[in-house]
């Protein structure tokens, strides 16, 4: 968790990177993150909706730059981990680690006790990063997301809080 992490991951990432909530002033900066990382990016409406149905979305700031960014939603007992993006020019620094402990502890804090999350089983990055932190396979969602050639599956994944 952010508190307890390693003193390597501190001075790697030292000045520590902030994590806060998202408000409509980061759309700009949102959209222009997700349009380079994603080939069906979400829509500034889709963060609009998330920011105003109350879901827990946050922009991850580092050294005065968006680094990346999270949408999650929290019912009762679970958590759904809508959006996890780091910027592309940030990647590979712990960034996405960093946010996805941070999430992670937010979601102990409301009382969930389990997250979920779906990925493409064609991102080994992010399939990496949630394996890492104990993340598991626990179904399939047949042609969830559109794709070049049609539609792909999508994983779902699931850890226990
Ligand atoms: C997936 C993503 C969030 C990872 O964030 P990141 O800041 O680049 O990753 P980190 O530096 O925190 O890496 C944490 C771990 O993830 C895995 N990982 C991250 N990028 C990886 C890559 N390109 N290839 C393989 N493993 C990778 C590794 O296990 C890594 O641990 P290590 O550095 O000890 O090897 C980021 O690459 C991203 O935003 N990608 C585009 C959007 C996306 O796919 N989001 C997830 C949708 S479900």
């Known amino acids: ?4 992490m390693p003193g390597s991951m501190s001075a790697r990432l030292d000045p520590r990177p902030l994590t806060r909530d998202m408000c409509r002033g980061d759309l700009a900066d949102v959209i222009e993150v997700e349009r380079r990382i994603y080939d069906f990016p979400w829509t500034e409406g889709n963060f609009r909706d998330a920011i105003e149905a109350g879901y827990h979305a946050s922009v991850l700031e580092f050294d005065r730059h968006l ?3 999270r949408v999650m939603m929290i019912g009762p007992g679970e958590a759904h981990l809508l959006n996890l993006s780091i910027a592309h020019a940030w990647q590979r620094r712990g960034f996405g680690r960093h946010l996805l402990l941070a999430s992670m502890r937010e979601a102990r804090l409301a009382a969930a006790l389990t997250m979920f999350l779906e ?6 990055p992010g399939i990496a ?5 104990g993340f598991r396979q626990v ?6 997301y559109p794709a070049a050639d049609g539609r792909e599956d999508a994983w ?3 850890l226990p809080l």
């Open 119 to 124: 990925v493409r089983p064609s991102n080994a």
């Open 67 to 69: 680094v990346g960014y």
């Open 1 to 4: 968790m952010l508190g307890e």
């Open 156 to 158: 779902v994944m699931s």
């Open 129 to 133: 990063l949630y394996g890492d932190l």
């Open 139 to 144: 179904g399939v969602r047949k042609g969830y």
